[in-house]
């Protein structure tokens, strides 16, 4: 049975590629196929094949499928800034009814796992007064919900799946990414974490010296998506 799954996080840079393909990894190592799509990336560098981005890259090299790279990543932008405004600088317009069937394609390929990863956290701005999360209402998917572990993440963790919650769909689960291994009262912050977020943590991730992709499937649990193992 397919499977299917949208990937935020709490804000940006805190390691929702990161976690994105480990879990990918982890279906992988278990015998599940897998593919996945960032639509919507910028920080991306120029190459002999036009730009690239070094998370859909990641995510590229976990997906057991044979993806295009433009199939995962169709809207590439150079500037390492919010996407709608990499956008708005290239003379493209972001919008959920571009998105959409790009994502589709890539979901109807029918692997046992997927995934598409969201830009940032839930209320990245694309056009209008479109958001990227209207692209995951769109496409009815249950979120997975990756919380950099530091100071303030309580909040913004709450805050998030509430509007998660609010926009009618359901945190499948959520990982504890640790990006500050130095957060104080580290113990205690993970534990207010699993009360107040009424979803299965999928693993905690501590600070690793290497977090390849195997490295981090090692810390996850697909279990409580309840993906058939």
């Known amino acids: ?100 069937p790009t994502v589709q394609r890539v979901l109807q390929r029918g692997a046992d796992f997927s995934l598409v990863e969201g830009a940032g956290g839930w209320r990245v701005p694309l056009t209008g007064a479109e958001n990227l999360s209207d692209l995951a209402v769109a496409l009815n998917l249950p979120v997975v919900l990756v919380v950099g572990v530091r100071l303030g993440c309580i909040n913004h963790a709450v805050l ?34 699993a009360e107040r977020l009424a979803a299965p943590c999928l693993g905690r991730v501590p600070r690793l010296p290497q977090a390849t992709a195997e490295a981090v499937a090692a810390h996850l649990d697909l279990r409580p998506l309840g993906v058939a193992l």
Request: glycine share 6%; proline share 3%; with cysteine.
């Open 160 to 193: 998030s799946m509430e509007a998660i919650e609010r926009d009618g769909l359901r945190v499948a689960g959520w990982v504890a990414n640790i990006v500050d291994a130095q957060t104080s009262r580290l113990e205690e912050n993970l534990a207010t974490l």
């Open 1 to 100: 049975m397919s499977q299917a799954f949208f990937v935020t996080g709490t804000d940006t840079e805190i390691g929702k590629t990161t976690i994105a393909a480990g879990l990918l990894h982890a279906a992988r190592s278990v015998g599940l196929s897998t593919a996945a799509a960032k639509p919507v990336a910028s920080g991306c560098v120029a190459t002999a094949e036009g730009l690239r981005n070094d998370d859909a890259l990641a995510l590229l090299a976990q997906c057991s499928l044979a993806l295009d790279y433009a199939e995962v990543n169709p809207f590439a932008f150079a500037p390492a800034i919010a996407p709608h405004l990499a956008a708005r600088e290239a003379g493209v317009e972001l919008s959920v009814a571009q998105l959409l």
